[in-house]
Every structure is written in C-alpha cells, then in structure tokens.
C-alpha cells in the first residue's frame, strides 16, 4: 500500500549543487505533477506529465527538469541549486478523468534547504 | 489574476464552535473541478472532497459540508461543531479544462484554521 513514494524527505545543499528528488507511484496513475510549498504561497506546479515521454511546464519550472521514462517514476532534478529554491516539495499523482486531473495523491514532501 | 483566493489567512475558533473556510475561484471554462485539500500540522496533504461545475448540490460528511455557488464562483467549506483534530491548513484548489493540453491544478494560499480547546 505504498501510493506516492517520495526521496529524499530531507536533504540540504550548497549552492551550485545539483540533485534528484525522487517519486515513485504504484498506482498506475498517468498524471503525476511536482509542487513546491513556501509560506503564504500555497502549492505552486513546477512540473507535470500526462504519461511516459511527455512532460509539460507548470507555473515555476525555471531551474528545475525532469522525465518520465516509465509510468511509475517521475524526478524532479535540480541542475544548479539556488537559495530560491529552499522548499518543500511534492510529488502528486492522479488518475484523470475526461482529462481532467482527478484526486491528487501526495507524497509525504521533500525538505530541501540551499545554503 | 489569481485563480483561486483564499482571503481568510488565519481563523482561531473555540472547540464546538462552527467555522467557514471561504474559497473563490475565477474560470473561464464551463466544465472544471474544484478541490479541498487538508494539510495537518504532520505535513501530509489529505484529500477532501472532488466536485464538477455541473454539480451544485451541497455535500455533507459528517460534520464537513461544502457550499458550491457558480452564481458567486465560490466553493466553501463548513466544520460543524470543530474538534482540536481540525487544526489544519486547508487549501482550496481549481482544475481546468484541459483541452489546451495544460492540465493544471490550481491552488489558493491556505486558510490555516486552529481550533482551541
């Protein structure tokens, strides 16, 4: 029963560092989505995927890339980490009905601190 | 222009008190969703309640209830009688249509509700 899998829960970097966060869904979910939390600003979308090979821009994607090879994984990487990017984040999956996104399940969130 | 607004930042009320959580949403689509979402202070996002535009009816669980008026683009959410366990941040969220192949789930900032015993 394992649902949105999400690591790592924390990590801190230095600026410049690059890193993976990774997400893992067993639910055979075809969209899965990457958000960030900062406080007073809500969930903001960063990236999204509507299956494997296609990804698309969410409302924040500068600095951040990411694949989908398989229907299961979906990583977000950070090539070149910046303070901004201090955070939570996380990882989202759904079914889609009509197109339209369904229930969104979360990961428990990645804590991530840029020094 | 911001899709969904959450103005209440922050509501304390005394347990057994009833509380409000207000959300609007702008849209252009005729057919979207609209989401309610809890976020406990542990951290998890909990999924609440699903509704389509075509569906005005008010849905109760429990002691939850949702109000959903297209005539005032709002979808609010009532907790009869708050219970200590309802101390949350409740995010309001909007799902478009996706036929511009850009299906976005929208979120409001967050009400954070703290419900003293």
């Known amino acids: 029963n394992a649902g949105v899998t999400q690591t790592p829960k924390f990590q801190v970097l230095k600026t410049g560092q690059s890193m993976t966060l990774q997400c893992a869904q067993d639910?055979?979910?075809?969209?899965m989505s990457w958000y960030r939390q900062d406080p007073g600003m809500g969930l903001r979308l960063i990236h999204y995927s509507v299956g494997a090979g296609i990804t698309d821009q969410g409302e924040v994607p500068n600095g951040y890339n990411v694949s989908r090879s398989t229907t299961e994984d979906f990583p977000l990487r950070l090539l070149s980490a910046a303070p901004s990017q201090t955070s939570v984040y996380f990882c989202a999956s759904s079914l889609t009905d009509g197109g339209y996104t369904g229930e969104l399940f979360f990961g428990e969130g990645s804590r991530l601190t840029v020094l | 222009a911001q899709k969904v607004t959450q103005a209440q930042t922050e509501i304390s009320v005394v347990e057994k008190e009833d509380v409000t959580l207000d959300c609007v949403y702008e849209?252009?689509?005729?057919?979207?969703?609209l989401f309610w979402y809890k976020q406990p202070p542990s951290g998890e996002l909990v999924f609440l309640i699903r509704r389509n535009s075509f569906d005005e009816q008010n849905e109760i669980s429990g002691r939850y209830s949702w109000n959903f008026q297209k005539s005032t683009s709002s979808f609010n959410f009532t907790i009869t009688a708050s219970q200590v366990v309802d101390s949350a941040v409740y995010f309001c969220?909007?799902?478009?249509?996706?036929?511009?192949?850009?299906?976005?789930?929208?979120f409001g900032t967050g009400t954070k509700l703290q419900v003293i015993p």
């Open positions: 969220a909007l799902s478009e249509d996706p036929s511009g192949g850009y299906q976005k789930v929208t």
């Open positions: 639910m055979n979910h075809e969209y």
């Open positions: 849209t252009r689509d005729t057919t979207y969703y």
